[in-house]
DNA sequence: CATGAATGAGTATTCATTCAT
DNA sequence: GATGAATGAATACTCATTCAT
């Protein structure tokens, strides 16, 4: 409160809103969605219960924010491996590793949200509403979509045999999942993919 | 009324049962645990507050029923088939098929099972009690477990590769979860458990 | 079933119903009137739910029945020393061991009646309805009403100075139920009888 | 709004604290502690039912706050007699003139909380909580405790001849308590309060 | 912008009572 | 008469959201 007002309050403001999205990443990954209370995230982010509600309209569009800042950087990572010049199939082993990184950090978050869409798949009430369920899905498809355009290289490179790529890009994303949520990963993620791809990958190979 | 009597008091006894545990499935499914409200179950079952708690001390422990009840018939069906005398290749696709049988039909109420038991690996807070969590856990490895039987026996009798069968047999399991979830699974299950098996098992021959 | 049927029943029928007083004694001493539970009593009187509606009309109707049949040997036994040809001061010692007798066995049903009738003065929603708590108001009132006679004949005959025999008896009164709920009372009952009229009598001064 | 807003706000916060302890101490007065409801109490408070819950962490514990605060006051005044330089027996009078004050205004609440305590003597189920019903014992048996030090102080200077102090104790209370349940309290305190000591003192017995 | 007091819709659970057998 | 399955009214407590300061 004085001369430096404007600068500290542009500077909290920020810290603010990002101290808010670290307590929520902990909270809601630690309790699921519904388990998770506002004032468990507010208590871990030192701030307000109001505070939240003006950077947030309401505690769906925090965790909805909290999936889109998260998964943004791993989305760039993946477009730039489809885009990237490499030959398939270490495409596939790159785009494994992505994927292994991303969720070995943003599990427990993903689950929650994943079960909060339905398996991505099927009908209900949830927590969420339909058009936001909706966003999740989209997304959720373009990720999977990816592996899928690099799969019909390897196809078409006659690297791997023909097969259903959705199916296959599901089964891939599946075992993955698995992998991360039963810590199979070892420390070194290289490792594991390369165990991931050899596993999946000279299962499907012409040979 | 008559010499019925007591079959009627019998049979309506387990009616009403039943009813609870036949809505309290389609609630479940629909609206995962905590969505789910005893309300309405009841206004699907048709029957009165009081009478799900005649039934069951509690929302959770009708859950568990619901949860044991279903996965009886399948744990036994599995067991089968790993005292069976089949050859252990046909055995896993056995193994397959009736999986596939049981998740198409309870994909819904084991999602959210399996989301409230986290997983079925990690800690933190859920709707469940830690003991009762520790139930589901302990059923779930010892399915996992009879796949890991049996594949143990395809390696004894160098049908597969040497691998670890603990990540194998999960690895598995997630791709058969995941065609059930993702509607990948065709009227014909005979023809689904064989394609499973075929990218699956083919990809860890010797061949 | 058979030939002494009619007989059977009618023994059972008394059985029944003095099982059912008997179970609800003690537990309505035990736990007091909200708390106590119809299925607890017919847990501990071995009858079942209906068979009490069947005896009293409702849980209120047979708390005051119990209430009714204990308390009635204990008015006649008043009212015998009342009419008897003792004189007063011992008439008075009389009364205080009878009420000592009495309240030692009835302690704890008495104590949730008199706050069910709130103290049985005061106006104000209860358990019971307002009809049924005047005839507890009425009862005790007698029982008390016995108390200010002979305190009458004591001052009539000298024996204790002018005094508000209401006030006085309500206060001896108060002074026997206090001994008993404290456990204050010795196994000898005279002999706590002797001390209670001693200090009520003749104070606690020096002289 | 304006210089005052922090001491308005801390007021209001008071004011709705207060609100609700009054209502309470109204409801819980005139139904007891199981018949009075929640809603009753907001609606008496004007408040809704979260505020309550703000403030205070459940039912049980709001009224163990109105009990706290009511007494403390009270326990406040008795200890000041007791080591104040009056001599034992006007002390006796001061403290029964005492009691009775605050028994005049708080005999209903305390007749719930006692009744609560069953006695402050016996075991058996409650709605409040072991623990909590031991916090209510201790601070009833210091109360009486603070009689019988007085009592002992009387002995002492030989003004009472030789007694079981405890229970001389609890005699006087049980009358106070008595009289004022019974409504015989006149609105001059200090003619009840002799009429009491006197009887208590000297008895009743016409020397 | 930051705050947190106030709010009330939403929900699992209990238990006296009924009534068909 | 005896029974107990069925019932639903009643109730404490939670938590996302608002809004005045």
Chains 1, 2, 3, 4 share one sequence.
């Not at 109001?50 to 760039?76: A, C, D, W």
């Not at 730039?80 to 950090?105: G, H, N, R, T």
């Not at 990720?143 to 690297?159: D, H, P, R, S």
């Amino acid at each position: 409160m004085g001369n430096t007002r404007l600068t500290e309050h542009y500077t909290d403001s920020r810290t603010k809103r990002q101290q808010i999205l670290d307590a929520a990443y902990e909270i809601f990954s630690r309790k699921g969605y519904h388990q998770a209370t506002v004032d468990e995230i507010i208590a871990l982010a030192d701030t307000g219960k109001g505070t939240v509600y003006n950077y947030f309209v309401n505690k769906e569009q925090l965790f909805y924010t909290l999936i889109k800042e998260r998964s943004s950087p791993f989305e760039t990572a993946l477009q730039q491996i489809v885009d990237s010049s490499e030959p398939p199939l270490p495409k596939i082993e790159s785009m494994i590793k992505e994927y292994i990184a991303f969720y070995v950090v943003n599990a427990d978050l993903w689950r929650v949200m994943m079960h909060e869409v339905r398996g991505l798949g099927t009908a209900g009430h949830s927590n969420f509403s339909e058009k936001q369920r909706d966003k999740y899905r989209i997304w959720f498809k373009s990720t999977i979509g990816m592996l899928e355009i690099v799969l019909n290289e390897c196809i078409a490179a006659g690297e791997i045999r023909q097969c259903d790529v959705t199916k296959t890009a599901y089964a891939l994303f599946s075992v993955i999942v698995m992998m991360v949520f039963q810590k199979f990963v070892s420390d070194d993620i290289d490792e594991t993919a390369k165990a991931v791809s050899n596993v999946f990958l000279y299962g499907v190979t012409n040979r």
